[in-house]
């Protein structure tokens, strides 16, 4: 939270909202189009595990990396992943329908819009008190999970009904 492209300034990010943009397009052009492509699975698991090992949890697990200002400036190589990613999910023979089927996917897609806000609250809160790698994040997971599954049920589905 210290460094400009880690702020909540927004400017650092319209290229990535322009991916987006585009992606929407794409998508939307993918899906009048019936496709079941194999090699979409593969390519689909290979991108989910890149954007997996990149994140500062698993390179400190894993490699015992820990967390810089390297990734922080990536934004648009990751955006570009996640574009890929999601084509792949659009044109892939199974990809789709396991994500549909997972259970864990669709709790956490429900509650990802109000953890998008609560989380850097959280996290800026709790850096405020430690600077220790675990402490930070298994603290700021857990109560955004929490505090995103309440703005879910008390205001979401709330209003939705």
Not at 15 to 36: D, E, H, W, Y
Not at 76 to 86: D, F, R, T
Not at 95 to 116: D, R
Not at 123 to 130: A, D, E, G, Q, R
């Amino acid at each position: 939270n210290h460094y400009m492209e880690n702020s909540i300034s927004i400017g650092w990010y319209m290229p990535v909202f322009g991916m987006g943009l585009c992606l929407a397009t794409i998508v939307r052009k993918l899906k009048r189009v019936q496709s079941n492509y194999r090699l979409a699975d593969i390519g689909l698991v290979f991108c989910l595990s890149v954007v997996f090992l990149l994140t500062p949890f698993m390179k400190k697990l894993i490699w015992g990396i820990e967390p810089s200002r390297w990734l922080q400036n990536k934004y648009l190589l990751l955006g570009l992943l996640w574009c890929v990613v999601i084509v792949l999910i659009e044109i892939s023979a199974k990809g789709k329908q396991i994500l549909n089927k997972c259970s864990i996917l669709i709790k956490i897609g429900k509650i990802s819009y109000p953890m998008y806000f609560v989380h850097y609250i959280i996290l800026v809160k709790i850096i405020s008190y430690t600077n220790k790698f675990w402490i930070i994040s298994i603290f700021t997971f857990v109560i955004s999970f929490i505090l995103s599954e309440m703005i879910h049920y008390f205001i979401e589905e709330r209003i939705t009904k």
